[in-house]
């Protein structure tokens, strides 16, 4: 869900701008998943870049301040989603963990790293949502710990509709700072993708799990 349109437009230009975001439907990505995809977006890369993961950071927290101002700890999804949660962390004054997809096979055996509370409400912080599953493993394992998770941010979302559906079943409000529709409008208004592109683009993402790319 996205509360600020302006804030949308904003950083999905800023993703565009420092090729976060690539759009390739002749020769699509493959995902993890299998899906193949032509789009790929990587927010890491937004870490390199001060202004943008200081924007990131702090559009974070003000969802986190007007939206859950009880929030206890922030919880950082591994790999991508450590680095801002940490960040927000530290804007906020507020604990910090992450958690990974599953637990160590070493030492030990830790999926949560860092001091967790039971009884703390937890706020998850990842860089996208795609399928849900990362989220949904991540706040499964937080509250297995005791913790009270109430909502997710990230940066960017695809909107699959099944990704929200699992997140809501979780009872976990979500939010996003730009969204699959603004990256697109916003990819034809500065004149990376066409009119066909465009198209072609949103039919993916009504069936990716199928979609083998043009022909």
């Given at each position: 869900?996205?509360?600020?349109?302006?804030?949308?437009?904003?950083?999905?230009?800023?993703?565009?701008?420092?090729?976060?975001?690539?759009?390739?439907?002749?020769?699509?990505?493959?995902?993890?998943?299998?899906?193949?995809?032509?789009?790929?977006?990587?927010?890491?890369?937004?870490?390199?870049?001060?202004?943008?993961?200081?924007?990131?950071?702090?559009?974070?927290?003000?969802?986190?301040?007007?939206?859950?101002?009880?929030?206890?700890?922030?919880?950082?999804?591994?790999?991508?989603?450590?680095?801002?949660?940490?960040?927000?962390?530290?804007?906020?004054?507020?604990?910090?963990?992450?958690?990974?997809?599953?637990?160590?096979?070493?030492?030990?055996?830790?999926?949560?790293?860092?001091?967790?509370?039971?009884?703390?409400?937890?706020?998850?912080?990842?860089?996208?949502?795609?399928?849900?599953?990362?989220?949904?493993?991540?706040?499964?394992?937080?509250?297995?710990?005791?913790?009270?998770?109430?909502?997710?941010?990230?940066?960017?979302?695809?909107?699959?509709?099944?990704?929200?559906?699992?997140?809501?079943?979780?009872?976990?409000?979500?939010?996003?700072?730009?969204?699959?529709?603004?990256?697109?409008?916003?990819?034809?208004?500065?004149?990376?993708?066409?009119?066909?592109?465009?198209?072609g683009l949103q039919q993916?993402?009504?069936?990716?799990?199928?979609?083998?790319?043009?022909?």
């Amino acid at each position: 869900m996205i509360l600020n349109e302006s804030v949308a437009q904003k950083m999905a230009g800023l993703l565009l701008q420092i090729n976060a975001v690539r759009l390739n439907l002749n020769e699509p990505f493959t995902w993890s998943s299998g899906w193949k995809s032509p789009i790929y977006c990587d927010n890491r890369l937004s870490l390199s870049f001060p202004e943008i993961r200081t924007f990131i950071k702090e559009e974070i927290s003000n969802i986190i301040n007007l939206k859950f101002p009880d929030t206890e700890l922030i919880a950082g999804v591994a790999t991508a989603g450590i680095a801002h949660g940490a960040l927000v962390a530290d804007y906020l004054e507020t604990p910090f963990c992450y958690v990974r997809s599953s637990s160590k096979g070493h030492g030990l055996g830790n999926s949560i790293e860092g001091l967790v509370v039971p009884g703390q409400k937890a706020i998850v912080v990842e860089d996208l949502i795609s399928t849900g599953g990362s989220g949904i493993s991540v706040i499964d394992s937080l509250r297995g710990a005791g913790c009270e998770v109430t909502g997710l941010i990230a940066i960017f979302t695809y909107g699959f509709p099944e990704a929200e559906k699992k997140l809501l079943s979780k009872q976990v409000l979500f939010y996003t700072l730009t969204d699959y529709d603004t990256l697109l409008n916003e990819a034809l208004s500065q004149g990376v993708i066409s009119g066909d592109q465009l198209s072609g683009l949103q039919q993916w993402r009504m069936a990716p799990s199928t979609w083998e790319g043009l022909r």
